[in-house]
């Protein structure tokens, strides 16, 4: 029994000395490096950047978060109305391509409709978003025009 030990013991410091020796020479210790893995986390725009990249006709989605008795029909010009518990056949429908340029806003900074549905688009592969906190109220405040959807 105890010849039995002092063998497993005798393979068990070989095989570490073996990953050491090919960690050292090779620089690869253990496993293969984990993939690269980008997070991707919404950024944050205000009205007057909404606003700029609208007048300078920039490609994107503007997305109306609201739905149900907070949807009041205003929409930022150009706006179109989704909300974080839309399909991803109905995200899609709405917006094809994963990449672009997406903006979504809600009521104002108290309403989470905005970053909920921010936070769907990227667990649907969207990596492109901009999030308006201040919401319509903000777009409002600074007296910029609306769309009326209703």
Do not use: F
Request: one cysteine or more; hydrophobic letters at 45%; charged letters at 15%.
């Amino acid at each position: 029994m105890k010849s039995m030990i002092t063998a497993v013991c005798a393979s068990v410091a070989l095989v570490g000395v073996t990953a050491w020796s090919q960690c050292r020479t090779t620089g690869t210790c253990g496993a293969a490096p984990a993939p690269e893995v980008k997070a991707v986390v919404p950024g944050e725009i205000n009205p007057a950047g909404v606003a700029a990249l609208i007048k300078a006709k920039t490609p994107m989605v503007i997305l109306d978060a609201r739905s149900g008795k907070y949807d009041d029909g205003k929409r930022v010009p150009g706006a179109l109305s989704l909300n974080a518990e839309s399909s991803a056949a109905a995200v899609a429908e709405v917006v094809a391509d994963t990449s672009a340029l997406i903006v979504t806003y809600c009521a104002n900074p108290k309403c989470p409709a905005s970053s909920k549905l921010a936070q769907h688009l990227v667990s649907l592969g969207y990596t492109n978003i901009l999030e308006m906190p201040a919401g319509i109220q903000g777009w409002i405040e600074e007296g910029r025009a609306v769309d009326t959807a209703k």
